[in-house]
């Protein structure tokens, strides 16, 4: 056409400074604590890098074995109610024999659940990366695995500013950026590294 033709766009040193934003909120969105293989979609760090135990618990064993027996128990009362119950409809037993039966079963799912809610809280080790930016935590699930969560350190509250005393028995492990609330115990467990443990939870003494 007769137009008058555009000039090419030159080339401004100052168009470069905008790409650096991106990558800080992504930098931002990684810092947040993940747990497990897929958690809110961030992966936990790659598989080469090399973690250093910090603390653990050997009674964690114990808890896992307790948590799967009283799963155990639990589904073979589940599992027995069913006849107990066709047999009282058709008269073959009596009323007591089928409360009974119920209630060790509602009992047993009661004391499931107590006893899930409190072994899922308790961690087994505790370890810090290289860098000493991320700290990984390892504590059962509802099915006596192990399941891992990632955190940066500077989320984890040190022991000063959860205001636990450090000679508690059960001593809390809270984040920032996380409502969810795990315990350790520095009586019945072992600090392996104390200078890796000062360097998250704060000095002990």
Known sequence: ??????????W?????RRRPRQGLASHR???VCCSG??????PPPAKTEEF????????????????RLKLLQTATTMVML?????????????????????GIAVFAGAMLYGMSYFFRRIIGLIYLNETGRTVKVAHLTFWGRRNDIYCPTESVMTLDEVGDSKRELLLQFKRYN??????????????VDRQKFSQIFGELE
Not at 12 to 16: A, D, I, M, N, S
């Open 1 to 10: 056409g007769g137009g008058p033709r555009r000039a090419p766009e030159r």
């Open 12 to 16: 401004l040193p100052g168009r470069e």
């Open 29 to 31: 969105r990684r810092r």
């Open 37 to 42: 293989p897929a958690a809110r979609g961030s």
């Open 52 to 67: 250093k135990l910090v603390y653990r618990f050997p009674g964690i064993k114990y808890c896992r074995v307790l948590s």
């Open 82 to 102: 069913p006849p107990i119950c066709y047999l009282y409809l058709q008269d073959q037993v009596s009323l007591n024999i089928f409360l009974y039966t119920t």
């Open 178 to 191: 996380s409502t969810d609330i795990l315990y350790f115990t520095i009586k019945f467990g072992h600090i």
